[in-house]
T-cell receptor, first 113, second 112 residues
Framework: NAGVTQTPKFRVLKTGQSMTLLCAQDMNHEYMYWYRQDPGMGLRLIHYSVGEGTTAKGEVPDGYNVSRLKKQNFLLGLESAAPSQTSVYFC????????????FGPGTRLTVT | SQQGEEDPQALSIQEGENATMNCSYKTSINNLQWYRQNSGRGLVHLILIRSNEREKHSGRLRVTLDTSKKSSSLLITASRAADTASYFCATVFDNYGQNFVFGPGTRLSVLP
């Protein structure tokens, strides 16, 4: 099993450009999450999904959109990138609910110039 | 904020020594989890302790939970250079909506 995979691994955007980050998991997990991690900080939740076709806002959702059209995929979109969105983005999934361990992808390092 | 807070922010020890890091939180939890992050990598789950448990072990890891003090500790015994990483606690609450919050982490350096 590949677990949780993320594409791309690195990306550089100019201010105002858009892009989509793809997260895929092969563990048949219901819950999926997008986090951002900034230097010296823990992870902050951007959006999450509790099942196919559902999405919900986390702690820092502004400037991001998500979609979960298929159970195994969770997409994170940046509509108009800003330098404040320079960060490392992690996707994670968990089997049933918040109460269980999360499995993380390797991360996407995004730089917005 | 309901966020868990790790202490210390950074810890440097010699190989073979024990490392202890702490996590404090503010409201009642369902469970508390510890994760490790090696530099440039994703987080890896280490151990989960439920609110009705006081201690759990996994290999060289020992986690304790004191719900009266709203705190947890992670002990790594006989540390190795490969234990060098950042360690995060995540607190899970019984709320609707987002109820899983990470602390800012403890950076552990194990010197050979």
């Amino acid at each position: 099993n590949a677990g949780v995979t993320q594409t791309p691994k690195f990306r550089v955007l100019k201010t105002g450009q858009s892009m989509t980050l793809l997260c895929a998991q092969d563990m048949n997990h219901e819950y999926m999450y997008w986090y951002r991690q900034d230097p010296g900080m823990g992870l902050r939740l951007i959006h999450y999904s509790v099942g196919e076709g559902t999405t919900a806002k986390g702690e820092v959702p502004d400037g991001y959109n998500v979609s979960r059209l298929k159970k195994q995929n969770f997409l994170l979109g940046l509509e108009s990138a800003a330098p404040s969105q320079t960060s490392v983005y992690f996707c994670a999934s968990s089997a049933v609910s918040w109460y269980y361990e999360q499995y993380f992808g390797p991360g996407t390092r995004l730089t917005v110039t | 904020s309901q966020q868990g807070e790790e202490d210390p922010q950074a810890l440097s020890i010699q190989e073979g020594e024990n490392a202890t890091m702490n996590c404090s939180y503010k409201t009642s939890i369902n469970n508390l989890q510890w994760y490790r992050q090696n530099s440039g990598r994703g987080l890896v789950h280490l151990i989960l302790i439920r609110s009705n448990e006081r201690e759990k072990h996994s290999g060289r890891l020992r986690v304790t939970l004191d719900t009266s003090k709203k705190s947890s500790s992670l002990l790594i015994t006989a540390s190795r250079a490969a234990d060098t990483a950042s360690y995060f606690c995540a607190t899970v609450f019984d709320n609707y909506g987002q109820n899983f919050v990470f602390g800012p982490g403890t950076r552990l350096s194990v010197l050979p």
